[in-house]
């Protein structure tokens, strides 16, 4: 008994087809190509493979297990090479981006939007700072919390002087073990002249070093805050004179306002210095005018800005902190940051360094 036509057609057609889907599987590039070449075979309405299947309709029921036998023989065959060149392609794909370099490290880098920035105190003290460490300052910290003898008795300030009045500040209890006041007062230091004390009882001389930082006071107004910060800056030396004092300050003023900036000394008083100055700086909001200055604010129409206290470190200091007075001579300055930041930035009130509103801030 010879097969019906419908049988011979799907002879014909899996003959035709043949092994031609192995060269098709093997040519697709990648997964998406791998899967169009299967859909030429097995598409739903157009798949070769697909219109060979259809001819089962017409084959005699005698004939059907054997006709179906090979068709479902053909189809696996498909599938084992479809499979077989999945897991090729993706092993190839996996080989590749473990061999190849994950980043560009060419590429620029993206800047990210609304990015911080130093506030204007702590950028104007680096940059003054940056002065200092220029003429050779070592820069070092200091204690905010420092006993009552650091602040004052070794600063050679006497028991219950005056000066402490203009410093008042606000005290720390130490308590023992026990709960008991400890010997020895505590206090939120009122200037930065502390760290003087600090390095010149551990270090022998020669040394030049400044140190920045918070400091504490009564005082409360517009152009003052109960915090605020300092740069302390001293010398201790052979053969130190009010000139060398002078010159480092000259040149901390051309620094700050650019070359030919003018400073003059003005006699002041503090305990912990003898000869002891005040510092200004020829205002350099006016003096490029027409040297009129009926409306400058900023120096009052005097011409000169007040900016820092200094003076010789005195004898008693440096016998103090264990320094040989008769062989060694020092001078010392200290001024505030944040008024140097208000006149650099031209800011009228020192509340608004602290409120820390951010439309402040962004103008920096
Ligand atoms: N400590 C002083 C103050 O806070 C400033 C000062 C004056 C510092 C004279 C010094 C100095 O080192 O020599 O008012």
């Known amino acids: 008994m010879s097969d019906s036509d419908a049988t011979l057609a799907i002879d014909r057609g899996l003959a035709e087809l043949g092994d031609s889907f192995r060269s098709a599987f093997a040519a697709a590039a990648d997964e998406q190509a791998l899967r169009d070449a299967q859909a030429e075979l097995l598409g739903k309405k157009k798949g070769a493979l697909t219109r060979v299947m259809a001819l089962m309709r017409d084959v005699p029921a005698e004939e059907r297990p ?22 090729e392609l993706a092993g190839a794909q996996r080989a590749a981006e473990l061999t190849a370099r994950p980043y560009d490290l060419s590429l620029p880098g993206r800047v990210p939007e609304g990015r911080g920035h130093l506030h204007p105190v702590l950028k104007t003290r680096d940059d003054l700072l940056t002065i200092f460490r220029d003429l050779g300052f070592d820069v070092v910290p200091g204690p905010e919390v420092e006993l009552e003898e650091n602040n004052f008795t070794k600063l050679a300030f006497p028991p219950d002087h005056p000066a402490t009045d203009m410093q008042d500040t606000f005290w720390v209890d130490v308590l023992d073990a026990e709960g008991k006041p400890k010997d020895g007062r505590v206090l939120l230091r009122t200037h930065t002249s502390n760290t003087q004390i600090r390095v010149m009882s551990s270090k022998k001389p020669p040394m030049a070093v400044v140190s920045a930082g918070a400091v504490y006071r009564r005082d409360d107004d517009l152009t003052h805050s109960p915090m605020f910060h300092q740069i302390e800056g001293f010398v201790v030396d052979e053969d130190v004179s009010m000139a060398d004092l002078r010159g480092v300050l000259a040149a901390f003023a051309e620094g700050l306002y650019g070359a030919g900036t003018k400073i003059r000394l003005r006699p002041s008083y503090f305990p912990f210095v003898e000869p002891g100055a005040e510092v200004d700086i020829a205002c350099v909001f006016c003096s490029e005018s027409d040297g009129t200055r009926a409306s400058c604010r900023v120096c009052k129409q005097t011409g000169w800005v007040e900016v820092l206290g200094c003076g010789m470190i005195h004898p008693d200091v440096l016998d103090h902190c264990g320094i040989d007075p008769t062989r060694y001579g020092g001078y010392a300055f200290g001024f505030g940051i944040e008024r140097i930041a208000m006149l650099r930035y031209g800011i009228p009130s020192i509340k608004l360094l602290f409120e820390n509103d951010p439309r402040f801030l962004a103008q920096f």
Do not use: I, P
């Open 66 to 87: 054997a006709a179906g036998a090979k068709v479902n023989a053909f189809k696996e065959k498909v599938e084992a090479a479809f499979q077989a060149r999945l897991r």
